[in-house]
Antibody, heavy 119, light 106 residues
Framework: EVQLVESGGGLVQPGGSLRLSCAAS????????MHWVRQAPGKGLVWVSR????????SYADSVKGRFTISRDNAKNTLYLQMNSLRAEDTAVYYC????????????WGQGTTVTVSS | DIQMTQSPSSLSASVGDRVTITCRAS??????LNWYQQKPGKAPKLLIY???SLQSGVPSRFSGSGSGTDFTLTISSLQPEDFATYYC????????FGQGTKLEIK
């Protein structure tokens, strides 16, 4: 079964750091671009970051550029999001998603992990 | 940055109705437009990619059309399980989601 499972969310103080993980299974992880997408409570979806299949190219939303770092370990079939200098507005459910290999969409999503930034 | 605007923001409809949701891009995005369905507490699900291609496993009552700046998602005959929030997303230049359209039961 194709599956993505996020972990690492939790409560963190403003200015703190957190690392999210996304474990992939059921497909050849190293062949796919991967994304992080977040959703603040009661709000819409916001794309956060993208990494290409071998990890050599990354992109970020302006709101997280310079604070968040996306990475991957293809040997461990795992995607990461290192989040530093966290702000209250980073509070959200964070989803990892797989980019389609033959299309522009995101075709597999994890269940999400919740990040709360509060003192 | 490319902005995506969906209309309406919410919609009430009945089982069996034909429903259309519109998405407009702030600049041309060719056919780099995807549609997602999200139910409360669940992850989004890809319905349509590249404006009009039906994702595997998605019922044929869902269809998409458009190119350039104007796009539509149509549900030909609403089923009870279709009541959800729908998002468009451009993938022409990085990625931007629309604000969502909440489809509710009338």
């Amino acid at each position: 079964e194709v599956q993505l499972v996020e972990s690492g969310g939790g409560l963190v103080q403003p200015g703190g750091s957190l690392r999210l993980s996304c474990a992939a299974s059921g497909f050849t992880f190293s062949s796919y671009w991967m994304h992080w997408v977040r959703q603040a409570p009661g709000k819409g979806l916001v794309w956060v970051s993208r990494i290409n299949s071998d990890g050599s190219s990354t992109s970020y939303a302006d709101s997280v550029k310079g604070r968040f770092t996306i990475s991957r370990d293809n040997a461990k079939n795992t995607l990461y999001l290192q989040m530093n200098s966290l702000r209250a507005e980073d509070t959200a459910v964070y989803y990892c998603a797989r980019g389609q290999v033959a299309g522009p969409g995101m075709d597999v999503w994890g269940q999400g992990t919740t990040v709360t930034v509060s003192s | 940055d490319i902005q995506m605007t969906q209309s309406p923001s919410s919609l009430s409809a009945s089982v069996g109705d034909r429903v259309t949701i519109t998405c407009r891009a702030s600049q041309s995005i060719s056919s780099y437009l995807n549609w997602y369905q999200q139910k409360p507490g669940k992850a989004p699900k890809l319905l349509i990619y590249a404006a009009s291609s039906l994702q595997s496993g998605v019922p044929s009552r869902f269809s998409g059309s458009g190119s350039g700046t104007d796009f539509t998602l149509t549900i030909s005959s609403l089923q009870p399980e279709d009541f959800a929030t729908y998002y468009c997303q451009q993938s022409y230049s990085l990625y931007t989601f629309g604000q969502g359209t909440k489809l509710e039961i009338k």
